[in-house]
């Protein structure tokens, strides 16, 4: 799981030419390169819409997910305001579904937030529960972020159909890595993002069903673009890219997986086998491959990341990046405050290595091994005694941490100057 993925050559390739001679606005319909613009964005929703079993007609581009959920969000409950109230939400979203659904709030409308059980997951007996008459919209996300648990789409669908209100879901980070099919799992509206799958920052697509019709009242006034759904210039290279991300992923998808499946359990193995104490952060059995999250006891967070940085950065081959604030996401996990701060997140993605993932392990148990060694809590608490009935443990530590593997695709630098000077050169 990442926060964000490089940019597949396979991608690149498709773009370029639309960056530098075929850069027509798809809008204009009266010359060639508007028309050539025009059919590459359409042929790009088709294959966006392939990928998720859609429409290519339920296909709306926009700058991203965080757009996407901003507009399911907040424009399905105001499009129906005279109607529905009131939303139903879970605490582990992405900040974007969390902070429109507070938006709402300060607008009168009404949000249930449901904790989720120990493993990550809804509980959708809980949610049914949670269903009003105006319940307008369920918005929960299809793959967590920092967790990687796989939410029950399909059981959360049929809820949402029998009940007769809008399924949206936040899928950002599971487009091109599970299967999914709108029709199959009952989705009303979903979020996507490109560069969450090896493609370029910048853009994305939210899904909105049309039988039985969603509306939505959209964010952005204009020229009406994107069937008023996203009104301004649809950025033809971005899409494109989009699109050839999202057919390589339905070629490969199956591969990915699988790979990324046999990295996990290597890495995870490999860190297991050498340090004890540790704990996985949600759901194994119901989670995507590409992520694993774990909590060290008896380290210091902020330490352990300082470690893994030092060399990830040297070695090139891993990016790291932390964050300050407290996961929400583990609190709603119940996952204890100390254990909450020496979570470490690490993503698996298309371009990972063995001999990354071996790299990782060996720094992994080197630096949790050197802080226990200097950690009198660890020896305490070999020592037998119950460190729960000392206070102040870990309160003033608060720190999240992200390793990414992947590998750095200098390779695509070159090959973006390389095209760019024989283009020039050309002109
Ligand atoms: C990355 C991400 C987003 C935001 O996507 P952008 O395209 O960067 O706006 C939203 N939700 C989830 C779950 C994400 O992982």
Redesign the pocket.
């Known amino acids: 799981m990442q926060a964000t993925t490089p940019v597949d050559p396979r991608v690149l390739d498709a773009m370029l030419p639309f960056y530098l001679s075929r850069y027509g606005n798809p809008h204009s319909r009266t010359h060639l390169y508007g028309w050539e613009s025009d059919a590459a964005v359409e042929e790009a929703r088709a294959r966006v819409a392939s990928l998720v079993g859609a429409d290519p007609r339920e296909i709306f581009f926009t700058s991203?997910?965080?757009?996407c959920?901003n507009i399911a969000v907040k424009g399905v409950m105001r499009f129906y305001r005279d109607r529905r109230r009131h939303v139903v939400t879970t605490q582990t979203e992405?900040k974007?579904v969390l902070d429109s659904c507070r938006y709402l709030q300060q607008e009168g409308f009404e949000v249930t937030y449901l904790p989720v059980r120990p493993d990550g997951l809804v509980d959708v007996a809980q949610l049914a529960d949670a269903i009003r008459p105006d319940t307008g919209l369920v918005s929960v996300?299809a793959v967590n972020?920092e967790i990687g648990v796989v939410q029950p789409l399909e059981e959360i669908g049929r809820i949402c159909k029998e009940k007769g209100v809008p399924f949206h879901t936040?899928a950002?980070?599971a487009l091109g890595k599970i299967p999914i099919d709108v029709n199959q799992m009952g989705i009303g509206l979903m979020?996507l993002?490109a560069?969450?799958i090896y493609g370029p920052k910048g853009v994305?697509a939210l899904y909105l069903r049309r039988r039985p019709r969603i509306r939505v009242e959209p964010q952005m006034s204009g020229g009406g673009q994107e069937r008023g759904i996203r009104s301004g210039t649809v950025p033809t290279p971005l899409v494109v890219g989009f699109g050839a991300a999202c057919e390589i992923a339905a070629k490969e998808m199956d591969y990915d997986h699988r790979r990324a499946s046999v990295l996990q359990q290597r890495l995870l193995d490999g860190i297991r086998g050498q340090v004890d104490d540790i704990v996985i952060n949600g759901s194994m059995e119901h989670r995507y491959p590409g992520n694993l999250n774990l909590s060290f006891a008896y380290v210091e967070g902020e330490s352990l990341l300082m470690g893994l940085k030092e060399v990830a950065v040297s070695s090139g081959s891993a990016c790291t990046s932390a964050s300050l604030e407290p996961s929400y996401v583990l609190r709603a996990l119940g996952v204890e405050e100390d254990m909450a701060h020496t979570s470490i997140r690490f993503g698996i993605g298309r371009f990972t290595t063995e001999e990354e993932v071996d790299r990782a392990i060996e720094l992994t148990v080197h630096q949790v091994k050197k802080l226990r060694d200097m950690s009198p809590l660890y020896e305490m608490a070999k020592a037998g005694i119950d460190l729960k009935s000392l206070s102040g443990v870990g309160e003033d530590i608060s720190v999240n941490h992200v390793i990414v593997l992947s590998r750095q695709s200098a390779s695509i630098v070159h090959l973006f100057t390389c095209q760019v000077a024989s283009s020039q050169a050309g002109n």
């Open positions: 991203g997910a965080t757009e959920n992405h974007c996300m972020n936040d950002a980070q979020s993002s560069h969450k994305g």
